[in-house]
């Protein structure tokens, strides 16, 4: 088993290794403020050592597929919650009656999935993608330290580091479509340009929008593959698209279990402006990872 880093009783266990006594006033709290500066998220688990589904659900976390997830995209918080006498807010705030009880946090503690009861390995895998997948939710970049000032930049390859302070708004992306010689519908009300793109395995629907009041532009493709819940292969292809966006430079699938639609989505911070080329870069970039992986995900929703 890899050496992550749990807490259980106030105390920072390193699992299957050396015992570090390091006293934590909240380990939750200090695995939010872990996850926040290493770019990861936080995956706690409410355990005691008199319930048998949690040493059973212990065997699932020392799988190897399970432990290597939860090791390169987690911080691992364990709390023994004794007879329910420990850790009292923490089993009130999420409503912990039973255990085991999994939850998956962001790096600002926000609550993006809880599972009650124990899953076997392959069920635990797929209950992790299903919950990144309808967050939305994407590995950050590591916090920089303090000391160096930073820059609002889009994640995106080859962005210049020179942009243009301009307003960013919808009739400057219609400007920017315009130089791209592509065609567009501009809604101006509502803040976006619509078109087709032609790639080379499909054509994509996509959506170019400007948020003026919070600084930021979206490069969206919608109605990318229908992926419906209850699809034999809807668990093979979640965990496919949740393994791409853990590697994806630029932009996130995302899917919404109501419909099964699957999109890709880019935002860029538009505080210090967007350039032309920033833009281009942007776009083809989205437009690339949508055509570059349709082959590969068609192939895994026929049960390829």
Same mark, same amino acid.
């Given at each position: 088993?890899?050496? @992550? ?50 040493? @059973? ?6 799988? $190897? #597929?399970?432990?290597?997830?939860? +090791? ?26 039973? &255990?085991?009880? /999994?939850? &998956? ?26 919950? /990144? ?18 820059? $609002?930049?889009?994640? !995106?390859?080859?962005?210049?580091? !020179? ?16 130089? /791209?010689?592509?065609?567009?519908? =501009? ?6 340009? +619509? ?7 499909? =054509? ?7 948020? =003026?009041?919070?600084? @930021?532009?979206? &490069?969206?493709? @919608? ?18 698209? /949740? ?43 989205? #437009? ?10 068609? #192939? ?5």
């Amino acid at each position: 088993m890899r050496g @992550r880093i749990a807490v259980s009783l106030g105390l920072a266990v390193i699992v299957g290794m050396s015992l570090c006594q390091c006293v934590l006033a909240d380990p939750i709290t200090d695995g939010i403020v872990a996850a926040s500066k290493s770019g990861k998220y936080v995956l706690v688990d409410f355990w005691a050592d008199w319930c048998g589904w949690c040493k @059973r659900m212990d065997v699932t976390l020392a799988d $190897p #597929k399970v432990d290597a997830l939860v +090791h390169d995209n987690f911080v691992y918080v364990k709390l023994d919650v004794g007879q329910f006498d420990k850790y009292t807010d923490r089993l009130k705030q999420y409503n912990v009656t039973g &255990i085991p009880v /999994m939850l &998956i946090l962001d790096g600002q503690g926000k609550l993006l999935g809880q599972q009650v009861g124990y899953l076997p390995p392959e069920a635990f895998l797929v209950w992790e993608a299903k919950t /990144m997948l309808v967050a939305g939710a994407k590995p950050v970049e590591p916090a920089a330290p303090t000391a160096v000032a930073t820059q $609002p930049a889009a994640a !995106v390859p080859a962005q210049p580091t !020179v942009v243009v302070k301009q307003s960013v708004d919808v009739a400057l992306l219609a400007k920017y479509l315009g130089q /791209m010689n592509l065609k567009f519908e =501009t809604a101006t009300e509502k803040g976006y340009c +619509h078109l087709f793109v032609d790639g080379e395995h499909a =054509t994509y629907e996509m959506y170019v929008l400007a948020d =003026t009041k919070a600084s @930021r532009a979206s &490069i969206v493709v @919608r109605h990318y593959m229908t992926v419906a819940a209850a699809d034999k292969n809807c668990d093979k292809v979640l965990r496919h698209l /949740m393994g791409l966006n853990w590697k994806l430079d630029a932009g996130k699938f995302e899917w919404n279990p109501d419909d099964g639609e699957v999109g890709l989505a880019l935002v860029l911070n538009t505080e210090g402006g967007l350039s032309f080329d920033a833009f281009k870069a942007a776009f083809d970039a989205v #437009k690339g990872t949508a055509d570059e992986k349709y082959p590969e995900l068609q #192939k895994a929703l026929n049960g390829g």
